[in-house]
């Protein structure tokens, strides 16, 4: 179970990290760069915070999102525990803002599938993470927190 968690989480975050070089470098993807400009215009008129008043510039939006996931992935991906969990839930959230925005711009359910995918599968991993840490530790009746042994029969 381990293994497959790091495995899901090393491909969660590889993914997230390229996408986030794709959307900082127009060097890398100049035809996806373009259309992602023209995107995160859309995206800014339906901003979740404009309900506050507050509109982002679409280029300061599409750095800040591709910042976000470059180091959240990255650290998702190699960071320590404490870091995961953290860059996990900022991942998230960032999903969440995604299906919202497109949902808000009327975007086609098949639009939204792959941040959809993203967020099941972020949620997917953070859970099993917290089973796989309660399990590790049991409480004695005594109240003290003692760690679990495992005995393997072959």
């Known amino acids: 179970m381990a293994l497959l968690l790091a495995a899901l989480r090393v491909l969660l975050g590889g ?36 309900v506050f008043g507050y509109q982002p510039d679409p280029m300061s939006y599409q750095v800040a999102v591709g910042w976000l996931e470059l180091l959240a992935g990255l650290l998702l991906a190699l960071g320590p525990p404490k ?9 998230i959230v960032l999903m969440m803002g995604a299906i919202f925005t497109l949902l808000s711009l009327k975007e086609s359910l098949i639009t939204c599938i792959p941040a959809v995918v993203c967020l099941v599968l972020l949620l997917v991993l953070d859970i099993c993470q917290v089973v796989v840490k309660t399990q590790k530790v049991v409480i004695t009746p005594t109240g003290k927190k003692t760690p679990r042994t495992v005995t393997r029969v072959e």
Do not use: D, W
């Open 83 to 91: 870091l995961q969990e953290i860059s996990n839930f900022l991942l």
């Open 15 to 50: 993914f997230f990290a390229l996408t986030g070089v794709a959307k900082l470098s127009e060097q890398i993807a100049a035809p996806v760069s373009q259309q992602m400009k023209a995107l995160f215009v859309q995206f800014a008129e339906v901003f979740p915070l404009k």
